[in-house]
T-cell receptor, first 113, second 111 residues
């Protein structure tokens, strides 16, 4: 299965600032996904990133708050903008693998103070 | 009613016990069912991926799907302390890429 490297693994940020999370996959993939995992809540899909096109955002998530880049078939970034304590969460990237379901990165644990 | 219901636990069992983890769902369009294991401070790791109703076995793990009842289960035989983790069920519709997750059940296997 694909190996996903996600950086940073954790960060503590001041409110009002932005953080960019990187996701690197060891193989070329068409679609990459960004999820949020809030304490006590289900993993929730933020957006889907295809190379060469704008990301597709799920209900409740907007590009201004979570801009995404997808410059090639192995890399994507998610930025959490103008952060508030409510953005404290684990952010995960994921890729779909044929017949094998979806693989996740190890996540970025974000704390906003 | 949420689309996927999963008892968050925590569930504590002695080593060697058989563990049963369950999810119910309301969307009859869900066709693909997955179980993930998530250790503390790690990303979810895929354990089982099933499509049809019935059982699928992989080592000590058995996934069971009952589409008529909208109910899925994961059984862990001869549970080990290393099985202590949060178990997430996930499902998706055919032709869709979006996974819908349960909240996860935290399992502790006591030596």
């Amino acid at each position: 299965s694909a190996v996903i490297s996600q950086k940073p693994s954790r960060d503590i940020c001041q409110r009002g600032t932005s953080l960019t999370i990187q996701c690197q996959v060891d193989s070329q993939v068409t679609m990459m996904f960004w999820y949020r995992q809030q304490p006590g809540q289900s993993l929730t899909l933020i957006a889907t990133a295809n190379q060469g096109s704008e990301a597709t955002y799920e209900s409740g998530f907007v590009i201004d708050k979570f801009p995404i880049s997808r410059p090639n078939l192995t890399f994507s970034t998610l930025t959490v903008s103008n952060m508030s304590p409510e953005d404290s969460s684990i952010y995960l990237c994921s890729v779909e693998e044929r017949r094998d379901g979806y693989t996740f990165g190890s996540g970025t644990r974000l704390t906003v103070v | 009613q949420k689309e996927v219901e999963q008892d968050p636990g925590p569930l504590s069992v002695p080593e060697g016990a058989i563990v049963s983890l369950n999810c119910t769902y309301s969307n009859s369009a869900f066709q693909y069912f997955m179980w993930y294991r998530q250790y503390s401070r790690k990303g979810p790791e895929l354990l089982m991926y099933t499509y049809s109703s019935g059982n699928k076995e992989d080592g000590r793990f058995t996934a069971q799907v009952d589409k008529s009842s909208k109910y899925i289960s994961l059984f862990i035989r001869d549970s080990q302390p290393s099985d202590s983790a949060t178990y997430l069920c996930a499902m998706k519709e055919a032709g869709s890429y979006q996974l819908t997750f349960g909240k996860g059940t935290k399992l502790s296997v006591i030596p």
